[in-house]
């Protein structure tokens, strides 16, 4: 088997691989066998797309610990019927303008248009905003300094994206329960929470787990988008090496997350099945 040599600190496209009678040690050249060369470089890489893996595992994890509940808060709030003027309602005419301000639910409005806002937006702007913009209005980094207050930030952005994207499957789950199976609770004595909770909330989650499937395999692909931030995720580790002239790194990539979104495929489907005695 012939051996050849590497000429490192050179484009990896321009790099010479000859016969050379080079003593072992040189500074410049190291004696390689090509096919050995080619498996170094491979662990090389995989070892550089874990570490970058690892940070996407943890904005995806992180963001779905926060955004699952605060997305059914969410929900609450736009499903609210607070109206504090409604005592009023029997003093103003029917038709009169007036009358909007006695029908007005304050705190679902306000949810409502916060929920039009985030998901009227692209998620990259946000992240941009949320990290830039304190820095940038009050002269005051709140996420700090490093890889650590990038990662916050980014948590924070997709937390507040992804629990309004929820609010609206969990709505549409709760309003998808016929209500005379709540009214018989009411009749059975049961009261709102436990009605909830025993009655609204595992049909619910039976009706939500698709349209939810669907988007926390889009947040799985989402993550990449920290890069806008320098958070080195496993898109960022990639594309490191189109520095040295390697492109394949980059495509590489993409079988972490094939590999990813195919187990939450199975997980999905197994949870699908579970819940199919609600037929």
């Known amino acids: 088997m012939q051996t050849y040599v590497f000429a490192f600190g050179l484009p990896l496209s321009q790099a010479v691989f000859r016969k050379t009678a080079r003593p072992f040690g ?15 470089m491979l662990a090389t890489v995989t070892a550089s797309l874990l570490e970058g893996f690892g940070t996407t595992l943890q904005l995806f994890f992180l963001t779905l610990v926060f955004s699952l509940p605060l997305g ?22 029917e038709g009169s303008r007036l009358s909007a301000l006695v029908r007005l639910r304050p705190i679902s409005a306000l949810v409502d248009v916060i929920v039009w806002v985030i998901r009227g937006t692209p998620l990259v702007l946000q992240l941009i ?11 005051n980094n ?11 930030a980014t948590i924070a952005a997709f937390v507040i994206n992804y629990s309004c994207y929820f609010s609206v499957i969990y709505r549409g789950g709760i309003e998808g329960v016929p209500a005379g199976q709540r009214e018989a609770g009411e009749v059975l004595g049961m009261t709102k ?9 595992l049909q619910m989650v039976k009706r939500v787990i698709p349209p939810m499937s669907n988007e926390i395999i889009t947040l799985v692909k989402d993550t990449s988008l920290a890069r806008v931030i320098a958070v080195t995720e496993v898109i960022k580790a990639g594309e ?7 492109i394949w790194p980059l495509f590489y990539t993409a079988v972490f997350y094939l590999v990813f979104v195919g ?17």
């Open 263 to 279: 187990l939450l495929t199975i997980l999905f489907n197994y949870i699908e099945r579970r819940l199919s005695y609600f037929k």
């Open 26 to 40: 040189d500074p410049l050249y190291l004696n390689f066998n090509y096919e050995e060369w080619g498996y170094i």
């Open 193 to 201: 929470g436990q009605i909830f909770g025993r009655v609204t909330l």
């Open 142 to 152: 709140i996420w700090g300094s490093g890889d650590r207050g990038r990662v916050i």
């Open 240 to 246: 490191t090496y189109l520095k040295k002239g390697l």
């Open 72 to 93: 059914l808060l969410v929900a609450f709030g736009s499903m609210s019927k607070w109206a504090p003027l409604r005592f009023l309602r029997h003093r103003i005419k």
């Open 129 to 139: 905003v949320i990290y830039y913009g304190p820095g940038l209005l009050f002269d």
